[in-house]
């Protein structure tokens, strides 16, 4: 295998990318000018829970949102009052909610109680089986790009699913295209400058599984924050921070364990947060993607 050879432009901002090394068999490249790190190769896969433009989830992320805990509902309902609070103030006292990638939809019902609307999809079946029905609830197996555009969201969530996009240029204009004008996209990926990612981005020799936000077959594109606000930025005016799994309006569900929690504690000390967050308002006169690339060239 020739490391170099048909690594192609950057699929975020189309510059040129360089050569990291190879994790599990898959050829990685880093972008000099935006930052993206991302497989060359992308595996193929037969999981339900990956599409036509996107990789696997981790299986045992998939087992754990399908285990339900009385701490796992009261995560979901500290997040949903927090987040619903802080929708409202952008865009409203009702607002209309997509979740892309929305697993079983642990925020669906209490972001209905608080007065939501709920509208939530995944890829995976099995997730969505366990997901909730009711008023005000729409929870189906979809691919978000086989949506109809112009569908007047409110706010779309995309927790988690930006790192598994093969196409994510075209994901963040059709989220766009899913949101009213002056609407609000909440996406967050893994940090790849994160504290857990720093021995692999050290250590280049011989490491087999992992280099910064990269852990292949799963997570193959790594984002900084530069790369966010490089994609978002022809249709979005995009705020990009760092924030921990425990944080009470940004963070993720869990469960976690002792070690993991000394971690998240300390990557906020440190203020290196495990995880990127995006909040951006659709502005109305959104450039195209062709715009965005020929700019980058």
Request: hydrophobic share 40%.
């Amino acid at each position: 295998m020739v490391l170099g050879s048909c690594i192609g432009a950057c699929p975020v901002c189309g510059g040129e990318p360089r050569p990291i090394g190879v994790i599990a068999g898959l050829r990685v490249a880093e972008c000099g000018s935006c930052g993206l790190c991302f497989c060359v190769d992308i595996p193929p896969s037969v999981s339900p829970s990956a599409g036509d433009r996107s990789t696997e989830t981790d299986e045992c992320y998939t087992q754990n949102l399908l285990f339900q805990s009385d701490r796992k509902r009261q995560r979901y309902e500290e997040l949903a009052a927090h987040r619903f609070a802080y929708y409202r103030a952008l865009v409203g006292p009702r607002p209309r909610i997509l979740e892309v990638g929305c697993g079983t939809a642990g925020l669906a019902q209490p972001l209905t109680l608080l007065g939501a609307e709920y509208v939530g999809v995944d890829l995976d079946h099995r997730v969505i089986a366990h997901a909730p029905t009711g008023d005000d609830i729409s929870v189906f197996v979809a691919d978000v790009f086989d949506m109809n555009e112009h569908s007047g969201f409110d706010v779309v969530i995309a927790s988690q699913v930006l790192e598994h996009v093969i196409d994510p240029v075209g994901f963040a204009s059709h989220l766009a295209s899913l949101l009213r004008p002056g609407g609000i996209l909440h996406l967050d990926v893994p940090n790849h400058a994160s504290l857990a990612g720093l021995p692999s981005r050290w250590c280049r020799l011989g490491r087999k599984a992992r280099f910064g936000g990269i852990v292949p077959p799963h997570h193959c594109f790594s984002y900084r924050s530069s790369t966010l606000k490089r994609l978002l930025s022809p249709w979005f005016d995009a705020r990009v921070f760092t924030a921990d799994s425990l944080d009470p309006c940004f963070g993720q569900v869990g469960p976690w364990s002792r070690p993991a929690e000394t971690y998240f504690h300390l990557s906020r000390r440190l203020r290196i947060g495990n995880l990127l967050v995006a909040i951006g308002t659709r502005r109305v006169d959104r450039a195209s993607p062709s715009a965005h690339l020929d700019g980058a060239l």
